[in-house]
């Protein structure tokens, strides 16, 4: 599935950033339900970056960063994210 459902614009809070990816809604692949648990942030801010990482593996997401988009790509194929 490829597409956008949902997104933040900075600045935002911790609590609207977690109540966006709750909306995220599981999607069916071949009949099987899957939730989101890998979560591929992208932001250029090295600090953005960590506070990602810190308050979604809090909530129990596994959580990979990229720096631009190119890094982006690459991750993705790799990593094979849920959410980015």
């Not at 900075?10 to 995220?24: N, V």
């Amino acid at each position: 599935m490829v597409g956008s459902d949902e997104y933040l614009t900075k600045p935002f809070t911790k609590d609207s950033l977690l109540k966006t990816i709750g909306r995220t809604r599981p999607f069916a692949l071949e009949e099987i339900a899957m939730a989101v648990k890998k979560i591929l942030i992208v932001d250029d801010s090295p600090t953005d970056r960590q506070f990602f990482m810190e308050t979604l593996s809090k909530h129990g997401y596994q959580v990979v960063t990229a720096e631009n988009g190119d890094e982006a790509i690459i991750k993705s194929k790799s990593e094979k994210p849920d959410l980015i």
